[in-house]
């Protein structure tokens, strides 16, 4: 590990300051939506109501979105439905 001069530290922070005003990005992270995310997206609805028509604890679709747990059986083809139609799920909603 090299150590930096106070000039060094100064120009290297005047440096990162010049290029945020730019708008640049030293590095861009994506990140994957979970299916369970991707098929609430689509209907529109809160993880509370999305949970509620999937008949879950919202805890349980927070672990699903958050790849902690995979949904089984009934749930995923719930899941299916909703990112292919979301429509159906948002008119339940109603």
């Given at each position: 590990?090299?150590?930096?001069?106070?000039?060094?530290?100064?120009?290297?922070?005047?440096?990162?300051?010049?290029?945020?005003?730019?708008?640049?990005?030293?590095?861009?992270?994506?990140?994957e939506l979970?299916?369970?995310?991707?098929?609430?997206?689509?209907?529109?609805?809160?993880?509370?109501?999305?949970?509620?028509?999937?008949?879950?604890?919202?805890?349980?679709?927070?672990?699903?979105?958050?790849?902690?747990?995979?949904?089984?059986?009934?749930?995923?083809?719930?899941?299916?439905?909703?990112?292919s139609h979301?429509?159906?799920?948002?008119e339940l909603?109603?």
């Amino acid at each position: 590990m090299t150590t930096m001069t106070g000039t060094e530290l100064g120009e290297k922070l005047l440096r990162s300051v010049r290029q945020m005003k730019r708008s640049e990005s030293a590095r861009t992270t994506h990140v994957e939506l979970t299916g369970a995310a991707q098929a609430r997206a689509r209907t529109g609805l809160s993880q509370s109501q999305f949970a509620v028509l999937l008949g879950v604890s919202p805890r349980t679709l927070q672990d699903w979105e958050q790849g902690r747990r995979e949904p089984t059986g009934a749930a995923q083809t719930l899941l299916r439905i909703a990112a292919s139609h979301p429509r159906v799920l948002r008119e339940l909603n109603e």
